[in-house]
């Protein structure tokens, strides 16, 4: 605890680093200003543990708000009745500084009007309207100005107000959820309804099941947000023009028309121009339409997922997916991904996509690969197999990209175990190579393998210890059978290459250690 001896400029500077420390000063520093001032500028609240001399400085106050408008109830009675300070506290709009106002600025016309200027159109939240006095809350001139600003106000108006035609009139044009708190008749009444759709999204849903069947509501309602389309009767779901508004606004309202508007062609294919995605809706028929689906895939490369199985071994509609979206490509049926050139040279561009394409296409394009690993070798190790580079690329990409670049270059990659078993397996194969290299080049794989494998181990450690879990014990003491290191000197990693050939797995001996320590 900071006593009442304790030296002020100590104080200052932990005020200024958390003002919250003001809680553990002396009373003499609570009520030295420049503390004050210091520790509110830091955190609004720490006024609370001011004297009450400074919670009733107006400067002192005034800061305290501007940090935080909650900070106005540690404010004094007197202060709490000052309009500038309850001014600048409404102001947060995080906060609840309203609820601390004096009754007498609750009930002041001008403070209640820029608290609701204050509430966003999107929010739900005007909680702080409970704490209006009941004389504005009956004053029926003000709510109809009032819900001019925020129509968010209906929220906390009486029964009277909420059914009251003009109000209600004037607060759905300005907040969204206005309609939803207007009475029953209010949702019956096509002007408003019109309105409510007219200027803001989703309103639909609060218009009363006649007015959803109403067919100059719902054609004002989609054209402003296309997925309104949801809230409208079964019967214009399958209104042709209804629908062919909502697509083009939204085209994932497909999703939301009728079975026979799905498969509309025109329709449809207004849908995937906009949005490539909608294919998802079209009625199974038209994903077997060649023009839909080249015109989906051109907007969305992904569509291509959609699409019927013999449009996928298209060769324009899979390149023209490809082209657009990479990834695209694990949706082409097998043939397109294992035997089409063309799809390979689009691969060269984008390596990360290696993953899609088979090994035939591998084997008979073996230049190509080696480029495309030499160029991006951190795709390497999740991507070809063990037995592809023993037969065809082994020989034919340099020793220390095998091991450096391709175990190594992307740091955000973590090696789990199965990559030090890949590891261990590489360089069973490169044995011979290895052996034929000269000590410098020997060295540099050394460091290379014992940089690997110690990383590997060292990260599933730490999985281990935040984790807990008996499935990383598993592993890392199965890693630990491969490549058990410690405080290892280079000179031990010589082991690896001579063991490699005979037990094919990697071996580091521990520093010399106790058996109690090694096993902790």
């Given at each position: 605890m900071i006593d009442k001896n304790s030296r002020r400029e100590a104080v200052l500077v932990a005020v200024r680093d958390e003002g919250e420390v003001l809680k553990y000063a002396s009373d003499e520093l609570k009520n030295d200003r420049e503390v004050v001032l210091e520790a509110i500028r830091q955190n609004g609240r720490a006024l609370q543990y001011a004297s009450d001399e400074l919670k009733n400085d107006r400067e002192v106050v005034l800061e305290a708000v501007r940090r935080d408008g909650n900070a106005l109830q540690y404010a004094s009675d007197e202060l709490k009745n000052d309009r500038e300070v309850v001014l600048e506290a409404i102001k947060d709009e995080d906060s609840m500084a309203f609820e601390y106002a004096s009754d007498e600025l609750k009930n002041d016309k001008e403070v209640v009007l820029e608290l609701i200027r204050t509430m966003s159109d999107e929010t739900t939240d005007f909680q702080q309207l409970e704490y209006v006095s009941d004389e504005l809350g009956n004053d029926r001139e003000f709510i109809l100005k009032a819900a001019k600003i925020n129509g968010g106000?209906?929220?906390?108006?009486?029964?009277?107000?909420?059914?009251?035609?003009?109000?209600?009139?004037?607060?759905?044009?300005?907040?969204?959820?206005?309609?939803?708190?207007?009475?029953?008749?209010?949702?019956?009444?096509?002007?408003?309804?019109?309105?409510?759709?007219?200027?803001?999204?989703?309103?639909?849903?609060?218009?009363?099941?006649?007015?959803?069947?109403?067919?100059?509501?719902?054609?004002?309602?989609?054209?402003?947000?296309?997925?309104?389309?949801?809230?409208?009767?079964?019967?214009?779901?399958?209104?042709?023009?209804?629908?062919?508004?909502?697509?083009?606004?939204?085209?994932?309202?497909?999703?939301?028309?009728?079975?026979?508007?799905?498969?509309?062609?025109?329709?449809?294919?207004?849908?995937?121009r906009n949005n490539g995605s909608a294919l998802e809706y079209a009625a199974p028929e038209l994903k077997s339409d060649r023009e839909i689906v080249l015109g989906a895939v051109r907007n969305?490369?992904?569509?291509?997922?959609?699409?019927?199985?013999?449009?996928?071994?298209?060769?324009?509609?899979?390149?023209?997916?490809?082209?657009?979206?990479?990834?695209?490509?694990?949706?082409?049926?097998?043939?397109?991904?294992?035997?089409?050139?063309?799809?390979?040279?689009?691969?060269?561009?984008?390596?990360?996509?290696?993953?899609?394409?088979?090994?035939?296409?591998?084997?008979?394009?073996?230049?190509?690969?080696?480029k495309i690993v030499k160029e991006s070798a951190e795709y390497y190790l999740e991507n070809i197999s063990m037995e592809f580079y023993k037969n065809v690329l082994g020989n034919k990409l340099p020793l220390n990209m095998n091991i450096r670049d391709i175990f190594s270059n992307d740091e955000s990659n973590i090696l789990t175990r199965n990559g030090i078993l890949t590891l261990r397996d590489l360089m069973s194969t490169e044995i011979d190579r290895i052996k034929a290299l000269d000590s410098s080049t020997r060295e540099n794989i050394r460091t290379t393998v014992y940089a690997i494998v110690k990383r590997t181990l060292n990260e599933m450690q730490e999985e281990k210890e935040e984790q807990k879990e008996q499935k990383n014990e598993e592993e890392t003491r199965s890693v630990i059978e491969i490549a058990n290191i410690d405080d290892v000197k280079m000179s031990d990693i010589n082991a690896i290459l001579e063991s490699l050939k005979s037990q094919k797995e990697i071996t580091i001996k521990l520093a010399d250690k106790s058996e109690e320590e090694q096993e902790r």
């Amino acid at each position: 605890m900071i006593d009442k001896n304790s030296r002020r400029e100590a104080v200052l500077v932990a005020v200024r680093d958390e003002g919250e420390v003001l809680k553990y000063a002396s009373d003499e520093l609570k009520n030295d200003r420049e503390v004050v001032l210091e520790a509110i500028r830091q955190n609004g609240r720490a006024l609370q543990y001011a004297s009450d001399e400074l919670k009733n400085d107006r400067e002192v106050v005034l800061e305290a708000v501007r940090r935080d408008g909650n900070a106005l109830q540690y404010a004094s009675d007197e202060l709490k009745n000052d309009r500038e300070v309850v001014l600048e506290a409404i102001k947060d709009e995080d906060s609840m500084a309203f609820e601390y106002a004096s009754d007498e600025l609750k009930n002041d016309k001008e403070v209640v009007l820029e608290l609701i200027r204050t509430m966003s159109d999107e929010t739900t939240d005007f909680q702080q309207l409970e704490y209006v006095s009941d004389e504005l809350g009956n004053d029926r001139e003000f709510i109809l100005k009032a819900a001019k600003i925020n129509g968010g106000v209906l929220q906390y108006a009486s029964e009277e107000f909420r059914e009251d035609r003009e109000i209600v009139l004037e607060a759905v044009k300005s907040n969204r959820y206005a309609l939803k708190y207007a009475s029953g008749k209010c949702c019956k009444d096509k002007e408003i309804v019109l309105e409510a759709v007219k200027s803001f999204e989703y309103t639909l849903y609060y218009a009363s099941d006649e007015l959803k069947n109403d067919r100059e509501v719902v054609l004002e309602a989609v054209r402003k947000f296309g997925a309104n389309l949801y809230y409208a009767s079964d019967e214009l779901k399958n209104d042709r023009e209804i629908v062919l508004e909502a697509v083009k606004q939204n085209a994932v309202a497909l999703h939301y028309a009728s079975d026979e508007l799905k498969n509309d062609r025109e329709i449809v294919l207004e849908a995937v121009r906009n949005n490539g995605s909608a294919l998802e809706y079209a009625a199974p028929e038209l994903k077997s339409d060649r023009e839909i689906v080249l015109g989906a895939v051109r907007n969305d490369g992904r569509a291509l997922e959609y699409a019927a199985p013999e449009l996928k071994n298209d060769r324009e509609i899979v390149l023209e997916a490809v082209r657009n979206e990479g990834n695209a490509l694990q949706y082409a049926s097998e043939d397109k991904k294992t035997h089409s050139k063309e799809i390979l040279e689009i691969v060269k561009e984008k390596p990360y996509l290696i993953k899609y394409i088979g090994e035939n296409i591998m084997y008979d394009n073996p230049e190509l690969v080696i480029k495309i690993v030499k160029e991006s070798a951190e795709y390497y190790l999740e991507n070809i197999s063990m037995e592809f580079y023993k037969n065809v690329l082994g020989n034919k990409l340099p020793l220390n990209m095998n091991i450096r670049d391709i175990f190594s270059n992307d740091e955000s990659n973590i090696l789990t175990r199965n990559g030090i078993l890949t590891l261990r397996d590489l360089m069973s194969t490169e044995i011979d190579r290895i052996k034929a290299l000269d000590s410098s080049t020997r060295e540099n794989i050394r460091t290379t393998v014992y940089a690997i494998v110690k990383r590997t181990l060292n990260e599933m450690q730490e999985e281990k210890e935040e984790q807990k879990e008996q499935k990383n014990e598993e592993e890392t003491r199965s890693v630990i059978e491969i490549a058990n290191i410690d405080d290892v000197k280079m000179s031990d990693i010589n082991a690896i290459l001579e063991s490699l050939k005979s037990q094919k797995e990697i071996t580091i001996k521990l520093a010399d250690k106790s058996e109690e320590e090694q096993e902790r």
